[in-house]
């Protein structure tokens, strides 16, 4: 299994919702990562698991919240979101961890719509 | 600050007719620099990693190239499958990744 597994695809919430997006892997990666992705723009990075511990926190507002309950798992959880916030929101991971010279495997992402 | 700057934004091209893409890069400390294709609605995938001057790497169409402050993704009789958004990524020494705007490539039958 090389895939990293991301649902939703798609998702619509207003501005008071509450959600999650989710990230899955089975490849054995020891980091994984979110980025935010808008339209004609490069993916900026957001969040970095190394070891299922978060050693890299972009400066993001705290109306996201990243989870990892194992190392094969990884969670964005949202709340309050605003409009602008509206994104492509990419999963990745690789293998030995954050740090060291290795691709990124990505997943298709969840495009995200906030009304 | 780190930065990658990839030339041109968008490049449209015929079945057949070879091309270069640009990547140049500012960062303390280059671990590896990447490349990586992106169709629309999905994630990128990789294709290159290139970590010193002078190193180049070839995949069916594709050949990357580094130098000291620049990369370059030559693309040789594309196909227009070959049409899709081409990304550079530079690692620097913190380990994150950081990517360019990419360029939009076009290859018309």
């Known amino acids: 299994d090389t895939e990293v597994t991301q649902t939703p695809k798609h998702l619509v919430m207003g501005m008071t919702n509450k959600k999650s997006l989710k990230c899955e892997q089975h490849?054995?990666?020891?980091?994984m990562y979110w980025y935010k992705q808008k339209a004609k723009k490069p993916p900026e990075l957001m969040f970095v698991y190394s070891y299922e511990k978060l050693s890299i926190n972009e400066s993001v507002p705290s109306r996201f919240s990243p989870e990892c309950p194992n190392s094969s798992l990884l969670n964005l959880h949202l709340h309050a979101l605003q409009p602008e916030d509206s994104a492509l929101y990419l999963c990745a991971s690789s293998h030995r961890g954050q740090g060291i010279q290795e691709k990124l495997f990505f997943g298709s992402g969840t495009q995200l719509s906030v009304l | 600050e780190d930065q990658v700057t990839q030339s041109p934004e968008a490049l449209r091209l015929q079945e057949g007719e070879s091309s270069s893409l640009n990547c140049s890069y500012t960062v303390s400390g280059l671990r590896g620099l990447f490349w990586y294709r992106q169709d629309p609605g999905k994630g990128p995938e990789f294709l290159f990693t290139l970590y010193s001057a002078g190193e180049e790497k070839e995949k069916e169409r594709l050949k990357a190239t580094l130098t000291k402050k620049e990369s370059f993704l030559h693309i040789t009789a594309p196909k227009p499958e070959d049409s899709a958004t081409y990304l550079c990524a530079v690692q620097a020494v913190r380990g994150d990744m950081r990517f360019g705007a990419g360029t939009r490539l076009t290859v018309k039958p």
């Open positions: 490849m054995g990666h020891r980091a």
